[in-house]
């Protein structure tokens, strides 16, 4: 039926045009018009609903492993709700609210010395992070702004480029790799899962304060989801391929840039791998996308 509506020629243009200024040679996007009508707009028409019920501002988190497609999924829901529903859709990811580079020295310092590099539970301003959250979520909206993080700086990015909200947002899409993570159990704890943590995290004092904050204040900011929609990949082997991929995406937006080689993504993706695990085994979830090895989107589950 929503193959035959004209009223949607225009919605799949916009998202044609979208992905053909997405693609890198490497690696096409395949079986655009398929992924459509057989995804983005159903998942569209989910958080129409999801909104319908009460008309108020709904947070929608999405989140995936890395190179899982969290931001050009985040970009398509968007155009599909505005151009469709005409809902005011903001977008935004956990990674904006990294700590500065200055706080996470600090906090390297004081606690552990992987706490410098971002990522992790640990590594985001929170409080910040929840006060926009709730901000959003008024129903006496005043404008905020919403930061923006340069990861080919490691840093945060000066005021005049974070992102203006001046009208009170129909949905906000809230995208990361652990947006609604939980805790693990004590006992999983205890082995060390690769090289960085058998080393580096010889106490365990690095995951246990990860899972300290998951347990506090990010359990706090994720109760202020209304909707979660789970990217599933196949392996976490799939998630250094592909943030290889989104490394050379981030080349060519950021010339002169100091960008990641495979050595250095490898040893990175390390700092990732517990709590990506963890969420592949255990996430519960709204909304459940399973990705395939081709990096496609293979079968949708809903809750």
Known sequence: MLRKNLGFNKVKKKYLDFLKSQEVLSEPFR???????RFYLPLSNTILEEFQKDKKTKIIGLTGGQGSGKST????????????HNLN????????????????????????????????PGT????????????????????IMIPKFDKSIDDRLPKTRWQ????????VIFEGWCVGATPQKNKDLKMSINRLEKEKDIKRVWRKRVNFELKNDYKKIF??????IFLKVPSFNHVFKWRLLQEKKLK??????????????????MYYERLTKHMMKNFKSDVIIN?????????????
Do not use: W
Not at 92 to 117: H, P
């Open 223 to 228: 109760k202020q989801i209304d909707k979660n």
């Open 89 to 120: 859709t903001v977008v935004f990811s956990i990674d904006d609210f990294y700590k500065t580079f200055k706080e996470r020295k600090k906090m390297s310092l004081n606690v552990s010395q992987l706490f410098l590099t971002r990522g992790v």
């Open 291 to 303: 990705i395939d090895s081709n990096h496609k989107l293979k079968s949708i589950k809903y809750y």
């Open 164 to 171: 203006r909200i001046k009208k009170k947002p129909d949905i």
């Open 31 to 37: 079986d655009k018009e398929d992924q459509f009508y």
């Open 73 to 84: 999924i985040s970009s398509i829901l968007k155009i599909i709700l505005k151009e469709a």
């Open 252 to 269: 060519t937006k950021s010339k002169g840039k100091k960008i990641m080689n495979n050595a250095q993504i490898k040893n990175f993706i």
């Open 124 to 143: 985001h301003d929170t409080k910040f992070l929840l006060k926009s959250l709730l901000k959003l979520k008024k129903f006496r909206f005043k404008k």
